[in-house]
């Protein structure tokens, strides 16, 4: 992996701006950069990153189903009581999944590490699946690339797969997201583009305007009964809201379904820890309430597997909330010694877990994470974010990637 600087295309906000793609900046600050783009191999990325990335999906679905089985372990998931049965139906259910975003350290030499999984509402979909992919064929027409780049980029037609797999032809899919959010609108969009191209029925539908029919099932702003939803609309929240209440009655086929709720979730990473310490793509982690006397030397860790990894947890480790997002309550903590705060303090009453600190690598004053695309239950694609701070916040950039041999 290197950082290769390179020509913008001439004109391509404009570009953007005619296809939807209306935050390619965002708070004055460029979100969209192709001022210069992330170079791979194409053994790198099948070894380094997709093999990886599909290994750890198939592990946190060994941990999913070893947490519906087990209530110690479903009480240290922050989910309310009242809907585990929901969750672990699902599961026992099989309820299809269709899609999810492994965040990965990865420096260019050694494995690359899972840091955390947005496995239920992740976004940066379009871009990575779509706007990368014009991004690359115009390059290379426009001799800025090689003729013979590629890109690791199989996330929108691994989706109409998906799409056709799971349902039958001519399935009515409602897309629901917060309205007067372009990111969330366009993931939304792009995800019923690939539905459409599989042969289902896509309705957009803003999630305020989702209802309640006499019969208890969910409508949408024009009364019209939802079969199959596919909700950007994190669980965790959806599980507190009163509408919770009706899902297992409502007959609707909810995608993501419930048990995301368990992988989507970094209560999972202690999990992932206890199935298969020393992982080579997994860091140690372990619940805070476990291990904070020992991390302070004011006490000692009956955690599993604590011991073996002490020594590393102090020297570097992060504290994240089982649920945030783009970085919020987020610390990381050098030798006793908080070095880098979060300013976004919206998740400190959540329940924390401990993972090491992976340093991500720097390349020209920027810090690079990986986005593995997970489709079904394979990684078909990734797209690359990177920010200034150690801590990917909400005004990192997305940068274009290529495969050159």
Same mark, same amino acid.
Do not use: C, K, Q
């Given at each position: 992996m290197r950082k290769l600087a390179l020509p913008e295309r001439p004109g391509w906000r404009s570009e953007a701006e005619r296809l939807g793609f209306t935050f390619a900046d965002m708070h004055g600050e460029p979100y969209w950069d192709e001022t210069s783009a992330y170079e791979f191999s194409l053994a790198e990325v099948e070894s380094r990153i997709e093999d990886p990335a599909t290994d750890l999906h198939a592990l946190c679905r060994e941990a999913v189903g070893r947490i519906v089985t087990d209530e110690s372990l479903m009480s240290r998931m922050g989910l309310p009581r009242a809907h585990w049965d929901l969750v672990a139906d699902s599961w026992d259910a099989a309820q299809p999944e269709v899609y999810g975003r492994m965040d990965l350290a990865y420096d260019g030499s050694g494995p690359a590490k899972l840091l955390e999984y947005n496995a239920d509402t992740p976004t940066s979909l379009y871009e990575s699946a779509s706007f990368q992919w014009l991004w690359l064929e115009q390059q290379i027409a426009a001799g800025v690339l090689h003729s013979g780049d590629d890109q690791f980029n199989g996330i929108h037609e691994a989706l109409v797969e998906r799409w056709g797999a799971i349902l039958p032809a001519d399935t009515d899919v409602h897309f629901a997201a917060m309205k007067d959010t372009p990111e969330d609108y366009a993931t939304v969009e792009a995800m019923a583009w690939a539905a459409r191209e599989a042969g289902l029925g896509a309705h957009y539908t803003d999630l305020e305007s989702i209802g309640l029919s006499d019969r208890g099932q969910f409508t949408d702003a024009e009364d019209r009964v939802i079969g199959t939803l596919f909700k950007l609309y994190p669980w965790e929240d959806l599980l507190r809201d009163p509408f919770a209440d009706h899902i297992a009655g409502a007959q609707v086929q909810m995608i993501e379904p419930a048990w995301k709720a368990l992988v989507s979730n970094k209560a999972i990473l202690p999990v992932l820890w206890q199935i298969a310490p020393g992982h080579p793509n997994l860091?140690? /982690?372990?619940f805070l309430d476990d291990v /904070?006397?020992?991390?302070?030397?004011?006490?000692?860790?009956?955690a599993p597997g604590f011991a073996d990894v002490a020594d590393r947890l102090k020297r570097g480790h992060v504290v994240k909330p089982i649920f945030s997002r783009e970085g919020a309550s987020v610390q990381i903590i050098e030798n006793g010694t908080p070095t880098e705060t979060a300013p976004?303090? !919206?998740?400190d009453d959540q329940p924390m877990i401990v993972q090491e600190y992976a340093p991500?690598?720097?390349? !020209?004053?920027?810090?690079? %994470? %990986?986005? /593995?695309? %997970?489709?079904?239950?394979?990684c078909a694609g990734m797209g690359i974010r990177e920010d200034a701070s150690r801590i990917t916040q909400d005004l990192s950039r997305f940068k274009p990637h290529f495969i050159r041999d």
């Open positions: 860091l140690p /982690a372990f /904070a006397e020992a991390l302070t030397g004011r006490g000692v860790s009956v976004n303090r !919206d998740y991500l690598p720097v390349m !020209d004053g920027f810090r690079p %994470i %990986i986005g /593995a695309w %997970i489709v079904g239950e394979t």
